[in-house]
Nanobody, 114 residues
Framework: QVQLVESGGGLVQAGGSLRLSCAAS????????MGWYRQAPGKQRELVAS???????NYGDSVKGRFTISRDNAKNTVDLQMNSLKPDDTAVYYC????????WGQGTQVTVSS
C-alpha cells in the first residue's frame, strides 16, 4: 500500500512564497515519477511540475520560472518551491506518484490573496 502525505499549503499574499512537501511511503519502485498537480474550482486538474527518478523535469507553462520542483529519491519525497505567487495560483495542490500505477495525495489548499 502506497501513501502520499502532503504538507505546506496555506494562505499567502500575491508575490509571496510557499513550499509544499510530499512524502511517499510503501512499496515504491524505480523508475518512477513524482510531481504536483492542481485543481481550481470549476477547472480541470492540471500539471504543475513533475520529476522522474532520473531527474527529468516537466513544468506547466503558467509556473515556469516561478516554481521549482525537487526530490529526494532515497527518502521518496518531492518538494515544490513556489515563488512570485499570483491569485491565479489558488487551488488545491495534489501530490502524484507513478510507480507501476498512479497514486494521489489527499490535496493541500493554497490560497493567494491579491
Amino acid at each position: 500500500q502506497v501513501q502520499l502525505v502532503e504538507s505546506g499549503g496555506g494562505l499567502v499574499q500575491a508575490g509571496g512564497s510557499l513550499r509544499l512537501s510530499c512524502a511517499a511511503s510503501g512499496s515504491i519502485f524505480s523508475p518512477n515519477s513524482m510531481g504536483w498537480y492542481r485543481q481550481a474550482p470549476g477547472k480541470q486538474r492540471e500539471l504543475v511540475a513533475s520529476m522522474s527518478s532520473g531527474g527529468n523535469t516537466n513544468y506547466g507553462d503558467s509556473v515556469k520560472g516561478r516554481f521549482t520542483i525537487s526530490r529526494d529519491n532515497a527518502k521518496n519525497t518531492v518538494d515544490l518551491q513556489m515563488n512570485s505567487l499570483k491569485p491565479d495560483d489558488t487551488a488545491v495542490y495534489y501530490c502524484r506518484l507513478i510507480s507501476k500505477r498512479l497514486y494521489w495525495g489527499q490535496g493541500t489548499q493554497v490560497t493567494v490573496s491579491s
